[in-house]
């Protein structure tokens, strides 16, 4: 009887315990700077939905809920623009591209060095590809200027020694969606090949091994054993990607581009670049916020439509 009624009896957990104390203390800096930066920012949405008036002498607070409401009229000036279809294919094609790209270069590259029998080649080609990703793009923008500069550019250098015509790169639109997707791929492809490399470093030794045993030669076992174990991180990227198709690299399409003006505009010019332009214009302030807003919804409703298309043909996959 004892035995029976000890093995029913259930111990009664707390409902605070000192670990929880210690977790949430070692949490309280994350969720206070999260809190103010990326929470409380969001009270500044309402600017998108006001004619946005500044009055000398008072706060913002006051000018923000004292300025009249306009309602959509700022999306519709946003909608009526003369460059908006424009914004929107350079934003959605260049980051559908750097997608494709983004995922087939950098899993070919994993796969690549994790095949390398010299340790220290792999960890030197991996810190190579790695180390562009820690430059800024104003760093990078001015050795692409030297290389592109119409008077002492290393390029029209070349050109000039093989007795052809020195070109204006910055005045020639037909250059500069392969100079983009190169320079994204030259300084992006390093970050996302090491979570890559990351991931095949953890698959279990003994799944190739059996293979070899089994008469498996690299290829079937990069197919059958590298890409299968890859499937869950590759498709969490992916929807990563996904949710920021509607923002662009400011830095690669503004600082790369000399300000993505000019007779490049067509080919250069994104949303980014577009808002941050209406900034420095006379360009209401309302106008600029509601452009800003449609991207964040835009994007919230893509990432959560490519979670659920993920979800429906393997859960497993799905990020929530």
């Known amino acids: 009887m004892n035995n029976k009624n000890q093995g029913k009896i259930k111990v009664k957990r707390k409902r605070w315990r000192r670990d929880d104390t210690e977790l949430t203390l070692l949490a309280l800096p994350t ?12 009270f500044g949405v309402i600017i998108a939905f006001k004619n946005y008036r500044i009055t000398p002498g008072k706060s913002f607070l006051y000018n923000l809920l004292h300025s009249e409401w306009v309602g959509f009229k700022n999306f519709e000036f946003l909608v009526r623009s003369n460059d908006i279809w424009i914004l929107l294919r350079n934003t959605i094609c260049y980051n559908l591209v750097f997608i494709i790209l983004g995922t087939v270069i950098p899993v070919s590259l994993a796969i690549a060095i994790s095949q390398l029998y010299s340790k220290r080649k792999a960890k030197v080609y ?12 104003v760093v990078v923008a001015y050795f692409t200027y030297s290389f592109l500069s119409v008077d002492k550019g290393l390029l029209n250098g070349i050109l000039g020694a093989l007795g052809k015509e020195p070109i204006q790169w910055y005045m020639e639109k037909t250059y500069w969606p392969f100079i983009l997707v190169f320079m994204a791929m030259w300084k992006r492809v390093g970050y996302s090949m090491v979570v890559y490399l990351a991931s095949i470093t953890g698959i279990d030794a003994t799944l190739y091994e059996a293979a070899v045993i089994d008469g498996a030669n ?18 969490m990227m992916l929807i990563l990607s996904v949710g920021g198709i509607f923002y662009s690299d400011f830095g690669l399409f503004y600082q790369i581009s000399q300000g993505a003006k000019g007779s490049i505009f067509s080919v250069t010019a994104t949303l980014d670049t577009y808002i941050y332009s209406a900034l420095k214009s006379s360009t209401p302030i309302g106008m600029t916020a509601a452009a800003a807003l449609f991207q964040s919804v835009a994007c919230c409703i893509t990432i959560l439509t490519a979670n659920w298309f993920v979800r429906k043909v393997d859960s497993d996959s799905a990020i929530i």
Request: charged share 10%.
């Open 31 to 42: 969720c206070i700077w999260y809190f103010l930066f990326c929470y409380m920012p969001m």
């Open 126 to 137: 991996q810190t190579m590809m790695f180390f562009p990703h820690f430059m800024s793009w």
């Open 218 to 235: 690299k290829k079937q076992q990069i197919r059958y054993i590298t890409l299968p174990c890859l499937k869950t991180i590759i498709i």
